[in-house]
């Protein structure tokens, strides 16, 4: 074997080339729920404010997570995030509007 195949196969002939890793929607997903996390310590700062707000208040993680895992290539991550941060705001829009509808002032 000439000395450039043993670079392109490698010694013991497997080729050397390797697959890039676009990351999974799964991380995705658990990087946003970790991150939620981070709205309880802030919740009781707020006087539970945040969760009220928390479809805009995750846009200060969630945006900041979409950019890197973007710049670094994990286009599953990224979808991952987008699906778990669409999710909350639609769940937290639909909470927060059926608490404002039972508590209305009569």
Not at 2 to 15: I, P, T
Not at 31 to 38: E, G, I, Y
Not at 47 to 54: E, H, I, P, Q, T
Not at 67 to 84: N, Y
Request: with cysteine; net charge neutral.
């Amino acid at each position: 074997m000439s000395e450039e195949e043993l670079n392109k196969n490698g010694a013991d002939g497997e080729s050397m080339v390797e697959a890039r890793s676009t990351g999974s929607i799964a991380r995705g997903v658990g990087q946003v729920l970790l991150f939620h996390l981070l709205q309880l310590p802030l919740a009781f700062m707020t006087f539970f404010l945040s969760l009220a707000v928390m479809s805009v208040s995750q846009l200060a993680y969630v945006i900041p997570a979409l950019i890197i895992a973007r710049r670094k290539g994990h286009e599953e991550t990224v979808k991952g995030i987008i699906i778990a941060a669409s999710v909350t705001a639609l769940l937290n829009t639909a909470c927060t509007g059926y608490v404002f509808y039972n508590f209305k002032i009569q």
